[in-house]
């Protein structure tokens, strides 16, 4: 079985400051997709980023980066010139197909003006 | 474009009474459907996905069943809530055609028992 652990409970960035959040995952599937989904306090839950197993390259997508180190197994996500409606809990999660995603326990991140 | 509604917004029964949350999608065809619990501040938890019509699988035992009587339809139901029922309640689709899904979520349903 998959397990995803986010060791970062809670976080805080100042506005315009560059904060990363961390996950390690546990498989032994060498084909897998990782994702980092937001929550804001709207609760509505949307994705923020993919990243592809086999695909070396970090994704990234405008502020948002992530570092891929497979061998590690940490997916970390980068949120670069952070901005106040970045303050929401981010769940990273995996998914080796099939359909069935494996979520952390989410990391609540607060943006300071 | 795909759209996923969820109601009620939000819900508050008293033990003991039945429970009946809807999640429909439009857009789409065949999508695997997801049902899921977060406590307060907390991550989610599986509790039940469904691959298609009347195809569902539970993750935790509890007091809680699921029925996708349509294909875009999903529906959680209980005969009788506990106060550990309580939490809110998210609804998801992926595509059923690829390999590999992300999720797309609903907006949520507070469920609140007392």
């Known amino acids: 079985a998959q397990t995803v652990t986010q060791s970062q409970p809670e976080m805080s960035v100042q506005e315009a400051e560059t904060v990363t959040l961390s996950c390690t995952y546990d498989t032994s599937e060498s084909n897998y997709y990782l994702f980092w989904y937001k929550q804001p306090p709207s609760r509505q839950m949307i994705l923020v980023i993919r990243q592809e197993a086999y695909k070396q390259q970090n994704a990234t997508e405008n502020r948002f980066s992530v570092n891929f180190q497979k061998a590690a197994k940490s997916f970390s996500l980068k949120i670069s010139d952070s901005q106040l409606g970045d303050t929401a809990m981010y769940f990273c999660?995996?998914?080796?197909?099939?359909?069935?995603?494996?979520f952390g326990d989410g990391t609540t991140l607060t943006v300071k003006p | 474009s795909q759209t996923i509604h969820q109601w009620p917004a939000t819900l508050v029964q008293p033990v003991g009474s039945p429970l009946s949350l809807e999640c429909t999608v439009e857009g789409t065809s065949n999508p695997n459907l997801y049902w899921y619990r977060q406590a307060a501040g907390r991550g989610l938890q599986l509790l039940f996905y469904s691959v298609g019509i009347g195809q569902i699988s539970s993750e935790v035992p509890q007091n809680l069943s699921a029925s996708r009587p349509q294909d875009r339809q999903f529906i959680l139901s209980s005969k009788k809530l506990l106060l550990s029922d309580s939490g809110f309640y998210l609804c998801?689709?992926?595509?059923?055609?690829?390999?590999?899904?992300?999720?797309?979520f609903g907006p949520g349903t507070r469920l609140t028992v007392t």
């Open positions: 999660a995996f998914e080796a197909g099939g359909g069935k995603s494996t």
């Open positions: 998801a689709w992926s595509e059923g055609t690829r390999t590999f899904y992300e999720q797309y």
